[in-house]
């Protein structure tokens, strides 16, 4: 008899010694109008929240930055005691400010403060998986990552953190912290348009490393957008199906992380990532972004 996390699309993948299903669940959404402050329907985020679990994802992505704090007050609330199965990834490096912005908070003592503020949020001891947050809103900055970076290995050291991972950040930043501690899995602006990434992909693929791709809302141009919603319209699909599918695809370290606040959507981009795309299809949705 299958589990429900073996009815998920894509499998599963592993973060050093924790195997989590390809297809995960991004709590950003959950948080109010701008991710700032509580949901306009309480219930409702715990719904979802349990609805993933009751699918069978073992993977969701969360940061404190996110209300702040609110989101994860929400997961503790809604999956607290955590089955062994699920595991929560977090990001450190980033805060809010009143104007709704993310100024870097990368410091040793602001990186020591997000990390037990992810604890005490969670109520966990340890936390499975942190990601260095780099870069700003516009995407990576080259420089070093050194300091954050070690600061993070350090409580790794302490036993608050399992492993390690980096978000918003260039190929050669992978690099240089790869050279401090190993990572399980980076994080990184990328879709069908967005290709930038596909040389660090390959790279990672074969160090066994995870890549979780991001993108904002509406993240196609219209002229993209066209030619996605083309091959949608044939497959009788949305286009966010085809292009979850299509990451599925693209190779087998990458790992999902779509964000809702509405069971039925959560439901509809399980079901759409499970499209079947033929090769014709990937050749033509290869396109877009080349």
């Known amino acids: 008899m299958n589990t429900p996390s073996a009815l998920l699309p894509g499998g599963t993948w592993t ?12 709590a950003m959404q959950l948080a109010g109008p701008g991710v700032m402050g509580p949901p306009a329907d309480h219930d409702g985020a715990l719904a979802v929240l349990r609805e993933a ?7 969701i992505d969360t940061a404190g930055a996110y209300g702040p704090r609110v989101t994860n007050q929400l997961i503790r609330e809604a999956l607290h005691p955590f089955p062994e199965s699920l595991h929560i990834v977090t990001k450190v490096g980033a805060v809010r400010d009143q104007q709704g912005g993310w100024p870097p908070a990368r410091r040793p003592e602001d990186l020591r403060r997000a990390v037990h503020e ?6 966990l001891d340890a936390l499975d998986v942190v990601n260095l947050r780099l870069g700003d809103a516009q995407g990576p900055r080259p420089g070093s990552l050194a ?29 240089e912290a790869q050279t401090i501690a190993p990572i399980v899995c980076v994080q990184n ?8 990434d596909d040389e660090l992909i390959d790279d990672l693929t074969v160090k066994g490393i995870a890549y979780v791709p991001f993108f904002p809302l509406g993240g196609f141009t219209p002229l ?45 981009n399980v079901a759409g990532a499970g499209l079947s795309l033929s090769d014709e299809e990937l050749a033509e949705l290869d396109k877009i972004g080349r």
């Open 147 to 175: 300091e954050p970076f070690e600061t993070l290995v350090e409580l790794q050291q302490q036993g608050l953190i399992r492993h390690l991972g980096v978000s918003n950040v260039t190929a050669e930043q992978v690099a």
């Open 15 to 26: 973060l050093g010694d924790l195997t989590v299903t390809r297809f995960g669940y991004g």
């Open 189 to 196: 602006l990328y879709n069908l348009a967005y290709r930038q």
């Open 53 to 59: 679990a009751a699918l069978g994802i073992t993977h």
């Open 224 to 268: 993209q957008s066209t030619a996605l919603s083309a091959v949608a319209t044939r497959l009788k699909a949305t286009p966010m199906s085809v292009a979850l599918a299509w990451l599925l695809r693209r190779s087998p370290n990458i790992l999902l992380i779509p964000g809702t606040s509405s069971v039925a959507h959560l439901r509809e």
């Open 118 to 123: 992810n604890l005490e949020d969670l109520g």
